[in-house]
Nanobody, 125 residues
Framework: DVQLQASGGGLVQAGGSLRLSCAAS????????IGWFRQAPGKEREGVSC????????YYADSVKGRFTISSDNAKNTVYLQMNNLKPEDTAVYYC??????????????????WGKGTQVTVSS
């Protein structure tokens, strides 16, 4: 079974930092993308960041550009999301998800293949 385990959430003051980790296992994709998504109370889920295993391409939502950095350790099948200068509006449950890369399709833009359980990030003002 494909499993994704997100960790690293917590409570932090505005301006602080957190690093989320997503450990993936059980998948057999040769090329894949892992993305971070978040959902705040009363809001729709939104894409935060994505990284491709094939060439390391990264993608960021405009709201987190310059503050968040996604990286991967392919040997460990783990993706990290370094979040700096956190703002109260970053408060949400953060989820990681994986998809098999498909030719001609933008990574992490459509439905992902598997999702992990979320980790809560709370930023106090």
């Amino acid at each position: 079974d494909v499993q994704l385990q997100a960790s690293g959430g917590g409570l932090v003051q505005a301006g602080g930092s957190l690093r989320l980790s997503c450990a993936a296992s059980g998948f057999t994709f040769d090329d894949y993308a892992i993305g971070w998504f978040r959902q705040a109370p009363g809001k729709e889920r939104e894409g935060v960041s994505c990284i491709s295993s094939s060439d390391g391409s990264t993608y960021y939502a405009d709201s987190v550009k310059g503050r968040f950095t996604i990286s991967s350790d392919n040997a460990k099948n783990t993706v990290y999301l370094q979040m700096n200068n956190l703002k109260p509006e970053d408060t949400a449950v953060y989820y990681c998800a994986i998809e098999r890369l498909r030719v001609g399709r933008r990574p992490c833009y459509y439905d992902m293949d598997y999702w992990g359980k979320g980790t809560q990030v709370t930023v106090s003002s």
